[in-house]
Structures are given as structure tokens and as C-alpha cells.
């Protein structure tokens, strides 16, 4: 699996989980935060692709995904960042 098609399959996760998935430009990598009751996962869309793909990763590395179904090569990638 090629590293577009893994941050696809990251930003889907991420949907499942109820987050809000938001690209921006700034002086920041990402990360989850609130406004209001909402939780969003903001994340800089200047960055490598490999590097979205580890912010993801340790976001999602945090989060319960034990009510959806994950792809066995998917969940990998996560775990490593635990």
C-alpha cells in the first residue's frame, strides 16, 4: 500500500470515529482539539505526506477503535506509534 493510498485510509478512520477532519496552513503539524463539543483533528496540508501519515497515526493511536472495523495493515501502521 503506497503512502496515498495509507493517508486515505487514515482520514476514513478518522470520519468512522466522529471526527471532524480539518486541512489548514499554518505554523502548527496537527493534532485533536476541541471547540465547543466537537472534536476536531486539524492538521497542516503543507506537510509531507509522510508526515501527515505519522501525525495521524499517533492521533489515532489514542483512539478507541474497537468498534470499527480497522484493515489489518492499517491497524500496524497505527500501533507503531503507541
Same mark, same amino acid.
Given at each position: 500500500?503506497?503512502?496515498? +493510498?495509507?493517508?486515505?485510509?487514515? *482520514? +476514513? $478512520? ?5 471526527? +471532524?477532519?480539518?486541512?489548514? *496552513?499554518?505554523? #502548527? ?8 463539543? %466537537? /472534536?476536531?483533528?486539524?492538521?497542516? %496540508?503543507?506537510?509531507?505526506? #509522510? *508526515? /501527515? $501519515? %505519522? ?11 474497537? /468498534?470499527? #472495523?480497522?484493515?489489518?495493515? $492499517? %491497524? +500496524?501502521?497505527?500501533?507503531? #506509534?503507541?
Amino acid at each position: 500500500m503506497g503512502n496515498a +493510498e495509507l493517508l486515505s485510509k487514515l *482520514e +476514513e $478512520i478518522v470520519g468512522q470515529l466522529g471526527l +471532524e477532519l480539518r486541512w489548514d *496552513e499554518g505554523d #502548527f503539524t496537527g493534532g485533536i482539539c476541541r471547540l465547543g463539543d %466537537r /472534536k476536531i483533528l486539524v492538521m497542516n %496540508r503543507s506537510l509531507p505526506t #509522510f *508526515e /501527515k $501519515i %505519522r501525525i495521524l497515526c499517533q492521533n489515532l493511536s489514542q483512539a478507541d477503535l474497537s /468498534k470499527i #472495523f480497522v484493515l489489518p495493515a $492499517i %491497524r +500496524e501502521q497505527i500501533v507503531r #506509534f503507541l
